[in-house]
């Protein structure tokens, strides 16, 4: 078992930065791969970022490629997402997740464990 606590969420204006943490715990925690989500009311949870146990492969969404960072520090047992230059259409939900593949993977269904979310409000 995998648990995930999420938090670093809150309202920001438009061109601000946040940060995001995720501390895991359990027995396996620092051999997972991780991945961050996010859901805006009426539409699909979407992938974000994600990072391989080791912390050495990373991937990204699309919509946040060179503005959002994803590291993990595994003596912490913390993933980070450092998310830089937000736009109001990153206001969402965002859930970290873990997944026991080598590689943090963009399709929500390969991951077996789920933080509560953090809410993320961006204004303009």
């Known amino acids: 078992q995998v648990q995930l606590v999420e938090s670093g969420g809150g309202l920001v204006q438009a061109g601000g930065s946040l940060r995001l943490s995720c501390a895991a715990s359990?027995?396996?925690?620092?051999?997972?791969?991780m991945g961050w989500f996010r859901q805006a009311p009426g539409k699909e949870r979407e992938f974000v970022a994600g990072?391989?146990?080791?912390?050495?492969?990373?991937h990204y969404a699309d919509s946040v490629k060179g503005r959002f960072t994803i590291s993990r520090d595994n003596a912490k047992n913390t993933v980070y997402l450092q998310m830089n230059s937000l736009k109001p259409e990153d206001t969402a939900a965002y859930y970290c997740a873990a997944t026991f593949l080598p590689v943090g993977v963009p399709t929500a269904s390969r991951y077996d464990y789920w933080g509560q979310g953090t809410q993320v409000t961006v204004s303009s």
């Open positions: 990072t391989s146990w080791r912390g050495d492969i990373t």
């Open positions: 359990g027995r396996t925690s620092s051999s997972v791969s």
